[in-house]
């Protein structure tokens, strides 16, 4: 099999054929280094090591790959993900963006994740990274940067709701979201602490629920101050219920939530095949630029490897064979997913399994992936119409 390239891929991204031809020089090196450090990603360049390394630092001082990662938005996409990432940086502690995570110990910073679904997967389309250091030098908080982060895609979102985590689960997220008439999916978080639901009449809500039940409590409001529609799913098997909260209807709320759930993977690809964490960037500004490109690479090697998983491990359906809609491969209603076509991701495929294809054959994929990435980046939009 010939060695992959993403030139082709890269030159629907950026306006420039120089800049390209540069992003798609790194870009192979961080899916040949699997990994986000210069050092990795230039011992994977051609020629001198050294020379490859400016060449990187050459990028990020001259090419923002922030400005062109919303390209990769889908205005068709049901919902649109909000993922933070805890990024550990245990030897930076004098870096200018790196404070400590959560357990008030360890050194680094979070990068929220914005993204939308495909096929069981995600492509990213914007970030926000922030840690307690930035917090403090800023004189803001990690809800404002919440809020910087969702305001930042607020013309892509349209009426898409937006599906987030318990780390989302705080009334100041929800009264902002409620006053921008954003449509939100969000987790409940029932730690040590849960909120307080309040019915119409003002009395207290219990949140009860038994295993294999599913209860829906409407119109229901949060500390007493926001409205929404609670349901909660307890599946046999789970030691605890999942609860959502939304100002959608519930129990679309609830369907759209556990896809999100099956979109997780594709955020652990990040970090285990292509190296996310492995940061070693002085400044912030060239960190989210590496980090724009990176989630660029990794949305090309997500729609190659796609194709790859349907050619190695769908399974042609017979003529008279009838087999639930949920065995079948998405796009590709002629075929089913195979045990290992379930078992692996694209990415995965791409990066990790030796491949038994002849040059043709993935040149072929290639150029299937070529034009599907390219009617993303290039997703036509309606233009006024002069009367």
């Not at 230039?42 to 020629?47: I, L, P």
């Not at 290992?340 to 294809?357: E, P, V």
Request: charge should be neutral; charged fraction near 25%.
């Amino acid at each position: 099999m010939e060695k992959f390239t993403i030139v082709e891929f890269m030159q629907t991204v950026f306006d420039e054929k120089a800049t390209a031809e540069r992003a798609s020089e790194i870009g192979e090196g961080i899916l040949a280094g699997r990994s986000l450090r210069m050092t990795d990603i230039a011992n994977q360049m051609q020629g001198n090591t050294d020379a490859a390394y400016k060449r990187i630092q050459r990028f990020i001082e001259q090419e923002d790959a922030r400005e062109v990662l919303g390209r990769l938005h889908q205005p068709t996409a049901e919902f649109m993900i909000g993922d933070p990432t805890e990024i550990e940086r245990p030897e930076a502690g004098k870096t200018e963006y790196v404070g400590t995570l959560k357990d008030g110990k360890t050194k680094g910073f979070w990068c929220l994740v914005l993204a939308t679904p495909y096929r069981g997967r995600a492509i990213p389309c914007g970030f926000v990274t922030y840690s307690s250091k930035t917090i403090a030098n800023n004189q803001d908080s990690r809800n404002l940067n919440h809020f910087r982060a969702f305001e930042s895609i607020k013309d892509l979102l349209g009426d898409k709701p937006l599906v987030l985590d318990r780390e989302f689960s705080y009334l100041e997220l929800l009264l902002n979201l409620i006053e921008e008439q954003v449509s939100f999916v969000i987790r409940l978080n029932l730690g040590s602490h849960p909120p307080t639901f309040y019915d119409q009449e003002g009395k207290i809500v219990a949140l009860t629920i038994s295993a294999g039940e599913t209860v829906t409590l409407n119109k229901v409001w949060y500390k007493g101050k926001a409205c929404v529609n609670l349901i909660g799913k307890w599946r046999k098997g789970l030691s605890q219920p999942l609860w959502v909260m939304t100002n959608l209807e519930a129990q679309k709320g609830l369907h759209i939530y556990f896809e999100r759930m099956k979109i997780e993977q594709s955020f652990k690809d990040l970090k285990d095949l292509l190296g996310m964490t492995k940061l070693m960037y002085k400044k912030q500004e060239h960190m989210e630029k590496m980090i724009a490109l990176l989630l660029i690479v990794f949305s090309i090697g997500l729609l190659v490897g796609e194709n790859l998983r349907d050619f190695l491990y769908g399974q042609p359906i017979g003529e008279n064979e009838v087999i639930p809609q949920e065995d079948v491969i998405p796009d590709h209603p002629q075929r089913r997913q195979s045990k290992k076509w379930k078992l692996y991701s694209g990415l995965f495929i791409l990066l990790r399994q030796k491949l038994t294809l002849s040059n043709d054959q993935f040149a072929i994929i290639i150029q299937q992936t070529i034009t599907t990435f390219s009617a993303l980046v290039h997703f036509p939009v309606r233009s006024p119409v002069r009367t």
